[in-house]
């Protein structure tokens, strides 16, 4: 399977402890996303990577998120102090550069779903 | 916030072709029409993509009216397995901006046998 590859599918924690999320992208992607989808909403967008550089943050990322692209290939987002309303599901795509028709489609993974006690 | 409009349900038999529409009476020029579907527990999948034209692809054609106010997905022949929540998203070609994926609540479309 060549598409995005994230790790791992389920977490469970308590409140107050760390969590850490890996993105695996498409091999030839160097644009890489996060997202953030909670019941019943649509994903929300959280980041986004070019190669190594992070590009873009939402205001949705508190100073408790932190993600990086260390090689530009993949990507880790880590959560402190994990909260109750941090419970949801965290999805990663990643997506060619643009060309001269514009930006590419971005391809997701099944993403990790979070889940606080 | 999103720049689309769908209906939040429809239903479609099995073998009939599904059509789910979509507005998005407010986009600009440099901005394209995207899909995308989510099948539960499942990331969101990429379907089609397009400025003006219409565009058909394996899974799928859109259609865009002439005043590109509002699109149609069209799934041929739909089966059990088009069962999903469908995304229509308006997204900018070119800039910055453009890079985020602004979903709204999308359609729950069910394909009944």
């Known amino acids: 399977d060549t598409g995005v590859s994230q790790d791992p599918r389920h977490k469970i924690t308590k409140r107050g402890q760390n969590v850490t999320f890996r993105c695996d992208p498409i091999?030839?992607?160097?644009?890489l996303y996060w997202y953030r989808q909670t019941l019943g909403q649509g994903p929300e967008f959280l980041t986004y990577?070019?190669?190594?550089?992070?590009?873009?943050k939402s205001r949705l990322l508190s100073d408790r998120f932190s993600a990086e692209r260390p090689k530009g290939s993949f990507s880790t987002l880590e959560i402190q102090r994990t909260e109750q309303g941090d419970s949801a599901m965290y999805l990663c795509?990643?997506?060619?550069?643009?060309?001269?028709?514009?930006?590419?489609?971005?391809?997701f993974g099944d993403g990790t779903r979070l889940s606080i006690l | 916030d999103a720049k689309t409009t769908q209906p939040p349900s429809m239903d479609c038999a099995e073998g009939r072709a599904a059509n789910l529409p979509c507005n998005h009476s407010?986009?600009?020029?440099?901005?394209?029409v995207y899909w995308y579907r989510q099948i539960h527990s499942q990331g969101p999948q990429y379907i089609i993509h397009g400025l003006k034209n219409n565009e058909t692809n394996e899974m799928a054609s859109l259609i865009i009216t002439e005043d590109r106010k509002s699109s149609t997905l069209i799934l041929p022949h739909a089966t059990l397995r088009d069962t999903a929540v469908y995304y229509c998203?308006?997204?900018?070609?070119?800039?910055?901006?453009?890079?985020?994926?602004?979903f709204g609540q999308g359609t729950r479309l069910t394909i009944n046998p």
């Open positions: 990577f070019q190669n190594e550089a992070q590009l873009e």
């Open positions: 407010t986009i600009s020029g440099n901005e394209y």
């Open positions: 795509a990643s997506s060619h550069p643009p060309t001269t028709v514009g930006n590419q489609p971005q391809h």
């Open positions: 998203i308006v997204r900018e070609g070119h800039g910055q901006g453009a890079q985020k994926l602004v």
């Open positions: 091999s030839e992607h160097n644009r």
